[in-house]
């Protein structure tokens, strides 16, 4: 297992709550009952993990295996996401009663794989004939990013499945047509199927008006118009080091912290308007963003009152 792995176990482990920790590790099924009654669950959270990691290098965990153990934390943590709703539609005369589960995860995996050289895709079976999937995205010049997965629940009986993630919006084409392309070539379900962003209206969306928020702060914000062209916007930070914690070498420093943030983009206004409506930041945006266009700059500099 090399340190790539190793940091992802690291990291997926931290985040499991201690309360939680020997419950989801059962469920992952990854790690024997005599390897896990080994380890002192009473200590250190830093050095459980440690523990723990150890362990999984011992028994040669892979890439998978580190992501199907973040797939047991997403299950548990479900409801502290948000969650699309999409409706997929069938060609009259479709036939759902027939579906090989394996061969829908080695197709759906071969299909991804083939229109986008940097991903990793994990399976996960789960009650109900649902299927979890997490798609770690790349690009075809960068690797796959562990740390901002999509999730997609897919139950194979119904025209549902259920997304969650900010990064899937920009790949969702792409997931449509892995599914579309799946189900045309597939012997057992001689139909064709396209994701319907149009849901249907007897599903609740539970994010709509937390959607049409965003959407109206962002309209009030930047208008509806097309925003001017600006290559940049640069900010120098001149100020005391704060803190809520007392002490510490920072908050004894007289001198204040300098640094320079540099924002760069072929239409930095029009990305920075998208930002919330795709779910990559909150809204409203800073001020110190969302001030560009009435001060008429792109050069600030940051200072205590």
Sequence with gaps: MDETVAEFFRRTILKIPMTEMMTILKAWNFLSENQLQTVNFRQRKESLVQDLVLLCQEKHASLNDAALLDIVYTQFHRHQKVWDVFQMSKGAGGDTDLFDMEQFKNSFKKILQRALKNVTVSFRDAEENAVWIRIAWGTQYRKPNQYKPAYVVYYSQTPYAFTSSSQLKSNLPLLAQTFETHNSTTPLQ?????????????????????????????????????QPRLEFAQYKLE??????????????????????????????????????????????????????????????????K
């Design 190 to 226: 001689e139909r064709s199927l396209g994701l319907d962003i149009n849901m249907d209206s007897r599903i609740i969306h539970e994010n709509k008006i937390e959607k049409e928020r965003v959407q109206r702060v962002t309209q009030e914000i930047f208008g509806d118009y097309p």
């Design 239 to 304: 100020t005391k080091f704060k803190s809520d914690l007392n002490g510490g070498i920072l908050a004894d420093r007289e001198e204040p912290l300098r640094c320079l943030v540099k924002f760069s983009s072929p239409h930095l206004l029009e990305a920075l308007k998208s930002l919330a409506p795709a779910g990559i930041a909150d809204a409203p945006l800073s001020p110190l963003l969302t001030c560009i266009p009435n001060k008429g700059m792109n050069y600030f500099k940051i200072r205590d």
